[in-house]
Nanobody, 119 residues
Framework: QVQLVESGGGLVQTGGSLRLSCVAS????????MGWFRQTPGKEREFVAA???NGAASVKGRFTISRDNANNTVYLQMNSVKSEDTAVYYC?????????????????WGQGTQVTVSS
């Protein structure tokens, strides 16, 4: 069992930056593939980025994902944000990397953190 807690969301102006954090419980953090998804009302959860235990990352778009295995934390650095980046951002964990861009294959989810980009 893995519990995930996100933080760092909030209101940011267009063109600004924000860093989201996700802390995972448990002692096997490095065994999990970690990812970020986002969701807006009426739409399916959308893949943003994912990272393996050794730092190999897959990213869709402008953001950067990183992880600190010693502190059970994964980050999403959001630079040059746009209004279309407004969403609830979710941290997720899974074993294995197959079909990683499909939210239905992920095993654990955080509660989500709201990011709102204002013009």
């Amino acid at each position: 069992q893995v519990q995930l807690v996100e933080s760092g969301g909030g209101l940011v102006q267009t063109g600004g930056s924000l860093r989201l954090s996700c802390v995972a419980s448990g002692r096997t953090f490095s065994a999990y593939y970690m990812g970020w998804f986002r969701q807006t009302p009426g739409k399916e959860r959308e893949f943003v980025a994912a990272i393996s235990w050794n730092g190999a990352a897959s990213v869709k778009g402008r953001f950067t994902i990183s992880r600190d295995n010693a502190n059970n934390t994964v980050y999403l650095q959001m630079n040059s944000v746009k209004s279309e980046d407004t969403a609830v951002y979710y941290c997720a964990a899974k074993r294995g990397t197959i079909y990683y861009s499909d939210y239905r294959t992920w095993d654990y989810w955080g509660q989500g953190t709201q990011v709102t980009v204002s013009s």
